[in-house]
């Protein structure tokens, strides 16, 4: 079972880059699903981007209030996992979460997770 650890997150200003980071311990990341989830207050939990890497050519997926400003990627060398966020708005503050899924993204964004990090805040201010 994978273990995912997040870093990255703080306060920022509305419009600037943010690069989230998910250190992937005790499995390789190729052989699962792996993506960000956020959560806002009062809101439910919404997928941001999923990634899979296991043929060897990453696929990806983004929700469409993210899709042209982030980007998800990942190190398997390195064994973490990315989101990079630019030009972020207000409307991306929550608590950002690394989640994982044994195999391929069968069901694209909406892949049901079964390892979730502990998450990492994102505040954005004006």
């Known amino acids: 079972q994978v273990t995912l650890v997040e870093s990255g997150g703080g306060s920022v200003q509305a419009g600037v880059s943010l690069r989230l980071s998910c250190a992937a311990f005790?499995?390789?990341?190729?052989?699962?699903?792996m993506g960000w989830f956020r959560q806002a207050p009062g809101k439910e939990r919404e997928g941001v981007a999923r990634?899979?890497?296991?043929?060897?050519?990453?696929?990806?997926w983004l929700t469409d209030s993210v899709r042209g400003r982030f980007a998800v990627f990942q190190d398997n060398v390195k064994n973490i996992l990315y989101l990079q966020m630019n030009n972020v708005t207000l409307d991306d503050t929550a608590m950002y979460y690394c989640?994982?899924?044994?195999?391929?993204?069968?069901?694209?964004?909406?892949?049901?997770?079964?390892?979730w990090g502990q998450g990492t805040q994102v505040t954005v201010f004006s």
């Open positions: 005790g499995d390789s990341l190729k052989s699962y699903c």
């Open positions: 989640a994982a899924a044994r195999g391929s993204c069968t069901g694209g964004i909406n892949t049901p997770v079964s390892v």
């Open positions: 990634i899979y890497t296991g043929t060897g050519i990453a696929n990806t």
